[in-house]
C-alpha cells in the first residue's frame, strides 16, 4: 500500500492540526499522571513512585489507541482521529496490555535502584544492567504499542514479534532513544512542546518510518 504523504499547504495544515488534537487527546486520556506530574514536578516525582505507577497505568491503553491513530493518518488521513482514538482507547482494555504494563512494573521496581544500592552497597556493580533493562524496556515499549493497535496477536505472539523487531530493526530503536534526548532538551527550552506535539509526533515519526513494513504484514495478516 502506498504510502500517503501531504504536500499542499492545506494537507500539511491539516496534519499538523491532526497532531496537535491527537496530543491533547492521549494526554487527557493519562490525565493521572499528567497532574501528578504538575502536581509533584518531574524533579520530586521519585518521592510518589507508587502514585506514578498507579497513575500511569491509563498510558499504556492511550499509547496504542495513539499508534493506532498516527497510522491511520499515513495510510487512511480521510479518517476521524477523534472518533478511532475513542473507539481504539476502548478496545485496547484487554489482555493484550500486559506486555506493556510489565514494562510499567519493571520501571517502578527499578525506581528503587538508588535506595536499595544505599542498603546494599555491593549491588551497585549491577546498575549497568539495570541501565540495559531500562534501555530494552524503553525500546521495546513503542514496538509493543504499534503490535498491539494495528495486530490482533496472542500475547506471546505479541512478545515474540516485539524482540525480533527489537533486533532486526536498530534504527527503530535509535529513533526512540534520540527522539527521547530530543524532547529532555526540548522541554527545557520548549516546556509548551508537551502540549502541543511530543507524544504524537513521535508516534506519527515511528509509524511512517516503519510504514511499508507494516503494510505488508497487514496485507499478509488478511
Known amino acids: 500500500m502506498k504510502k500517503i504523504v501531504p504536500t499542499s499547504f492545506h494537507s500539511v495544515t491539516q496534519l499538523i492540526i491532526r497532531l496537535i488534537l491527537l496530543n491533547v487527546i492521549f494526554l487527557l ?3 493521572p499522571v499528567v497532574c501528578l506530574l504538575l502536581f509533584a514536578g518531574i524533579e520530586r ?3 510518589y513512585s507508587l502514585l506514578f505507577f498507579l497513575f500511569s497505568l491509563p498510558v499504556a491503553p492511550a499509547s496504542v489507541a495513539l ?3 498516527t497510522f491511520s493518518l499515513i495510510d487512511t488521513p480521510e479518517e476521524s482521529v477523534y472518533k478511532l482514538f475513542l473507539h481504539s482507547y476502548k478496545q485496547a482494555y484487554s489482555k ?7 514494562i510499567h512494573s519493571l520501571f517502578f521496581l527499578l525506581s528503587f535502584d538508588t535506595t536499595i544500592y544505599a542498603l546494599f552497597p555491593k549491588l551497585s556493580l549491577l546498575s549497568p544492567f539495570y541501565f540495559i533493562i531500562r534501555f ?4 521495546l515499549y513503542p514496538i509493543f504499542c504499534m503490535e498491539i493497535s494495528l495486530f490482533k496477536n496472542p500475547i ?3 512478545v515474540q514479534n516485539g ?7 536498530p534504527l ?3 529513533l526512540t532513544i534520540g527522539y527521547f534526548l530530543f524532547m529532555l532538551l526540548m522541554l527545557n527550552e520548549l516546556p509548551a512542546s508537551l502540549v502541543f506535539f511530543s507524544f504524537s509526533l513521535f508516534a506519527y515519526l515511528y509509524s511512517s518510518f516503519n510504514y511499508s513494513a507494516l503494510t505488508d504484514r497487514i496485507a499478509k495478516s488478511k
Request: charged share 10%; net charge positive; glycine share 6%.
Open 29 to 31: 486520556a493519562s490525565f
Open 45 to 47: 516525582i521519585h518521592s
Open 67 to 69: 499508534f493506532r491513530c
Open 96 to 102: 493484550e496490555l500486559i506486555p506493556l504494563f510489565f
Open 136 to 139: 530494552v524496556g524503553m525500546g
Open 156 to 158: 506471546r505472539a505479541v
Open 163 to 169: 524482540f525480533i523487531l527489537y533486533f532486526s530493526k
Open 172 to 174: 527503530l530503536i535509535l
